[in-house]
């Protein structure tokens, strides 16, 4: 079983940028396909992007596309969100999830989940 700590959030400007973490505490960390979620402000979770437990291929919500970035690194157990370009719509709790099941884009699909790390962009 995976337990998953997100960390990095803060505040920003617009523009600037941000890196999240995702650290994991499980011995299977290399065996999960890991994902980023969000949810801002009355508004429901949203998918951000995701990252292939052995390939590295990533796919991402087209609101972030050319402007986030996910990595891992197997050898250290995390997983990261290099949030760059910021906007005030960023603004959002964001949540890094695993799941060995299904390379996703949905939540429902994810096993694990981090406690969020609130992200809050100023204009």
């Known amino acids: 079983q995976e337990q998953l700590v997100d960390s990095g959030g803060g505040l920003v400007q617009a523009g600037g940028s941000l890196k999240l973490s995702c650290s994991a505490s499980?011995?299977?960390?290399?065996?999960?396909?890991m994902a980023w979620f969000r949810q801002g402000p009355q508004k429901e979770r949203e998918f951000v992007g995701c990252?292939?437990?052995?390939?590295?291929?990533?796919m991402y919500a087209d609101s972030v596309k050319g402007r986030f970035t996910i990595s891992r690194d197997n050898a250290k157990n995390m997983a990261f969100l290099q949030m760059n370009s910021l906007k005030p719509e960023d603004t959002a709790v964001y949540y890094c999830?695993?799941?060995?099941?299904?390379?996703?884009?949905?939540?429902?699909?994810?096993?694990?989940w981090g406690q969020g790390t609130q992200v809050t962009v100023s204009s």
């Open positions: 499980g011995d299977s960390f290399s065996s999960y396909n």
């Open positions: 990252i292939h437990y052995s390939t590295g291929i990533t």
């Open positions: 999830a695993a799941t060995w099941r299904v390379y996703s884009n949905r939540d429902y699909d994810y096993d694990y």
